[in-house]
Every structure is written in structure tokens, then in C-alpha cells.
């Protein structure tokens, strides 16, 4: 009976100690610069699936998503134009998603692989987090041409920094 009693407590221990080392982002801060023409933005209504796991890295997931209709550069004409059709659309697709399909960790630096979702165009793509106490904060480049959204003719013109600011819990 001991026995058992000893194995029931550690199972209990084990999920309650693993229960704890899952982290989830509370919330979020994205901000973009389109580098060409040096225009800074933010996009807000995130939401998240995400759960993270520091322990066991690969086994962390993340999924979230912000609302198109936020996009704001501290210019509202420029921000209406870009929720319109030509650009973002946000009438057809209100959400920009990313749903990762691994995540690795290497020294300091947290790889997180997977797509990323604008404007119904789906495309691979991979961020590099940094771990600052209770925040990760990540960073892409990417190309709005390839999403659909042709500020620039040129490809090389239309590049992006992305920046995500997670606050976890």
C-alpha cells in the first residue's frame, strides 16, 4: 500500500512540477519597419495559443494572431490605405497568423520555425527570440511583395524588420 501511495505522489509530482515549467505569453507587442521608405508601425489584437516550455524547448508551441484593422504608422491616411484592398485587405482577411512547426534553442538564441499567414498567402518563415527575464523578444525579415502586398515594384524594396515583444506568465 506504501508503494502505491509513493507512486501516485510521484506521478502527481512530476505533472504538477512539469504543469509548471509551461509558460504562456499574457501579451504582446509587434511593431514593423517597412526599411525603404523607413515607416514604423504596430499592429495589435494579438491573441495567442502559444505555451512555451524552457525545459524542453522543442516541445514549446506557438500560435497566435493580430488584427489587420490595428495596423497603425502614425499616419492615418497611410493606414487606411493599407487596410484597403490593394494592400493588406483587411475587409477579406482581418488577421495575420503564425503557427510554428518547431522551435530549438542554441545557447542564448530560441529558433522558432513556421508559417506565417497574410492575406491567405502562407509562408515559411523563422524567428530568433532572446529570453529577458519574464519577456522574449523576436525578430524577422520579410518581404510584404511576398505576401501579395506590392508596396515597392522591387522585390528588395518591399523588405520588413518585424519585432515581437511577448510578455509571459
Do not use: C
Not at 12 to 17: D, L, Q, R
Not at 30 to 53: K, Q
Not at 83 to 100: H, Q, T
Not at 137 to 166: A, Q
Amino acid at each position: 500500500m506504501k508503494f502505491q501511495i509513493a507512486i501516485v505522489l510521484f506521478i502527481f509530482s512530476n505533472f504538477v512540477a512539469k504543469a509548471q515549467n509551461n509558460i504562456q505569453i499574457s501579451s504582446a507587442e509587434v511593431s514593423f519597419v517597412f526599411v525603404n521608405n523607413d515607416v514604423e508601425g504596430t499592429l495589435e489584437g494579438f491573441t495567442s495559443e502559444s505555451v512555451m516550455d524552457f525545459d524542453q524547448i522543442e516541445n514549446s508551441k506557438f500560435k497566435g494572431s493580430v488584427k489587420v484593422e490595428t495596423i497603425s504608422t502614425g499616419n492615418s491616411i497611410r493606414n487606411w490605405s493599407l487596410r484597403r484592398s490593394k494592400y493588406f485587405d483587411a475587409d477579406n482577411f482581418p488577421e495575420i497568423v503564425f503557427e510554428s512547426s518547431s522551435v530549438q534553442q542554441d545557447g542564448d538564441i530560441i529558433t522558432v520555425n513556421g508559417q506565417l499567414t497574410i492575406k491567405d498567402v502562407t509562408k515559411d518563415i523563422n524567428f530568433r527570440f532572446e529570453r529577458n527575464d519574464k519577456q522574449l523578444v523576436g525578430k524577422t525579415s520579410l518581404y510584404s511583395s511576398d505576401y501579395g502586398i506590392n508596396i515597392k515594384s522591387d522585390r528588395e524594396k518591399n523588405k520588413v524588420l518585424v519585432k515581437l515583444v511577448f510578455q509571459l506568465k
